[in-house]
């Protein structure tokens, strides 16, 4: 400063920190570059007074600060350190101080310094720090398996939900020689796609039914997402209990479902094979009864319309016998029970009906559908027609039913005005077309799939996959 | 003039009490036995060698069909005649290819049962009047194709289309498969069906197994 003030100046305004110069007992600065005014904010006069620097050391740092400076100046000790200053605006500004000791010829000591702000790399850290601390909390507490696998697929990590569920620690799976895949999924299948999937890495849940060290089996379930550097992160979920709940609600309503159409078949047997018979063995009676000689025409008249009467409720009779259960379905199978049914509602309807079938599997008695798919399917056809003649001014309505060894596949259509399949869905229950809902119920029941499409006409579609069994 | 001989197989019992006083009261007719179940209806055919059975379809231990089968095995001169309750025509075929030479519903009027009776007796075949009519009348009648349509010829696009739907496709999903809106599927679907003519989705199938499609 004193041999070539204006070129030092100029080096030290131009310097992207504060360059100073202090007293060595009172740390009173007697120097301050401009750049400190705009770093804290202070006018650089009021940087000059005494006790500047303690004062504005932020509350936690001036204490241990000052000591440091004071313990490494009385060793003649060059030093630096970072700390915290409070601006003029009350901010937090973080310093990295980089202090040299000297000593003036007079034996006077005085110290020279430059302080870098440092603010942005110091949050900058902080941020790095909470992310860290994030990550690290999910992955040690949160009831979610995670494991990072390296590029070469090998297992790296696990964290404590991992170990809690399969009964393997980390250090476990450090010292084996084999993969744990092996233990995990026994089943080469399994392990073949658990190895697709970490390969494949398309952040898409798949179930995978997994052993655990005590062997006992837990229904899980994965999704992977890779990293740039090759290594992936498995993110997995136990859901053993959700699948066995959701079984058991499966298993409930098809027990309901199955009590439903039992009673049902039971009641149109009742109503078709014993009241049907008493109306008819009423209706030989009449018939009887009016072949009798010499009756009075009033007497001829009133049998004529009992005789009516009895046909018209041996009519409704059989309506109902049929709408609850058709002993075709029984008796005769799919095919007989959904040509029977196309009849009647084409009849009843006046409207034209087309039905195809291609598998002897609705016919044939020991190639037969099962029981309760065979009950769905008819249901849906029944619940399907009732929908056309209500709602869609429909012309032609087909039915068509098909299969082979492995699936059935049912599709209703209809060419009348459809309706917004979406908007349904989505629209509050009260609405009469819930049977939507009681068709897709059924189907899934069975294990099968139920689509829906409405446009110009509706179409649903139904396919069955058959297990052999 | 010989009576004929009728055997009454018939589980309910009024109904048989009824039918047999019916039977009995016509001149030339007179019921021979009874039975209330297929097993037993079999058993006195063979003993009875009667000239008709009238059967009821729906019996316990072997139904009317079951038994219609075994009698014609072992008496194939005893005559058929099929008494139901069920209008469906299901039924009726299941039975005609049993065996039986008619096909008479509960429902019927008796003059129609005894003239039934008369006719099959005779050697002849009775279908009651409404069954006749689900025959006739049918609203599933197949149709038969002629080969190649005789109105302009599909397009590549058109044979897709429609053997996709033959296919059990949805519009949607046929949209996706070929990467087109599903408004130009359907237009494609309903210029192809009227090319051929074809009203309804089950004739489209029915089409494309017949040009070997599926």
Known sequence: MRETPTLYSKLVNSLDGIVWEADGETFQFTFVSPKAEKILGYPLKQWLEPNFWRDHTHPDDAEWCSAFCLDCTKQLQDHEFEYRMIGADGGVVWLHDIVSVKTETSGAI????????????????????????????????????????????????????????????????????????????????????????????????????????????????????RLSDGTSVSIGQNITERKRAEEERRQLLQRLMTVHEDERRHLSRELHDNIGQYLSALLLGLESVARVPELPVAALTELSYLKETTKQFESDLHSVALELRPTTLDDLGLEAAVSTLAREWAKRHDQRIRLEFNSSRFKTPNERVSYDIGVAIYRVVQEAL???????????????????????????????????????????????????????????????????????????????????? | MEKLRILLAEDHRILREGLKRLIDEQPNMEVVGEADNGITAWQKTKELEPDIVLMDISMPRLNGAEATIKIKECCPNVKIVALTGHRASAYLNEVLKAGASGYVLKQAAVDELIEAIQIVAKGGNYIDRASRDFITHSPLNKRVYKGESQGKPLSQREIQILSLVANGYTNKEIANELAISVKTVETHKANSMQKLDLKSRAEIVDYARFRGWT
Not at chain 1, 188 to 193: G, H, M, N, T, V
Not at chain 1, 443 to 448: M, N
Request: proline share 2%.
């Open chain 1, 386 to 469: 009732t929908n056309a003649s209500r709602h869609s001014n429909a012309e032609v309505v087909s039915v068509i039913l098909e299969g082979d060894n492995n699936q059935v596949r049912v599709i209703v259509e209809d060419d009348g005005s459809g309706f917004d399949v979406d908007t349904f869905l989505s629209s509050p229950v009260e609405n009469r077309r819930l049977g939507l809902m009681g068709m897709q119920e059924r189907i899934q029941l069975v294990g099968g799939e139920f689509k829906i499409e409405s446009g110009s006409g509706t179409t649903i579609v139904v396919t069955i996959p058959l297990s052999e069994s």
């Open chain 1, 110 to 225: 005085y110290l020279r310094g430059i302080m870098l702000d440092i603010t942005k790399r110091k949050q900058a850290e902080d941020e790095l720090r909470k992310k860290t601390e994030i990550l690290e909390k999910i992955f040690d507490h949160i009831p979610v398996m995670v494991t990072f696998r390296g590029a070469d697929g090998r297992i790296q990590l696990v964290n404590r939900e991992w170990e809690k569920t399969f009964g393997w620690t980390l250090l476990d799976l450090q010292h084996r020689n084999s993969d744990i895949l092996t233990d995990v999924y026994p089943d080469p299948i399994s392990r073949r796609r658990a190895r697709d999937l970490i390969e494949a890495a398309s952040a898409e849940w798949l179930d995978f039914k997994a052993k655990a060290r005590d062997g006992s089996l837990l229904d899980t379930t994965w999704a992977v997402a």
